[in-house]
C-alpha cells in the first residue's frame, strides 16, 4: 500500500493549509488540532508556527513531499557547531488530520 505523500499546497489561511495528495484528494489540514498544546509556549520550536506570519511562510519540500517551515529549527554538525534548519511533520501526521474538501 503506497503511504499518501503531499503533492502541492492548493491554498494557505491561518491555520489551515488546503493541500492535493498522491491519493489524487485535496484535503484541509488544521493546524490548531495538531499544535494545539503549543498555544501557550510561542518561542518554543513547534509553538512558533502558531504565529500567523510564521505559518504563511510554510513552503513543500519536493523530495519528502512534506511541509516545512524554514529556519524554524537547529541541528548540530559533526563538528559541534549548529546551524539553522527547516522544522518539518511527518506527512502521515497531517493525512491523518486532515479532512478531505475535494
Do not use: H
Not at 503511504?3 to 485535496?26: A, C, M, Y
Not at 511541509?67 to 557547531?81: C, P, V
Amino acid at each position: 500500500m503506497m503511504v499518501p505523500r503531499i503533492l502541492t499546497i492548493e491554498s494557505i489561511r491561518p491555520f489551515k493549509i488546503s493541500t492535493r495528495w498522491t491519493t489524487g484528494e485535496v484535503s484541509e489540514i488544521d493546524f490548531m488540532l495538531i499544535l494545539k498544546k503549543y498555544e501557550n509556549k510561542p518561542t518554543s520550536r513547534i509553538g512558533q508556527v502558531l504565529s500567523a506570519e510564521v505559518f504563511t511562510q510554510v513552503k513543500l519540500d519536493l523530495q519528502s513531499q512534506t511541509l516545512f517551515w524554514e529556519g524554524l529549527t537547529t541541528i548540530r554538525l559533526k563538528d559541534g557547531s549548529k546551524v539553522p534548519a527547516p522544522l518539518d511533520f511527518c506527512p502521515d501526521v497531517f493525512f491523518e488530520n486532515s479532512r478531505v474538501v475535494g
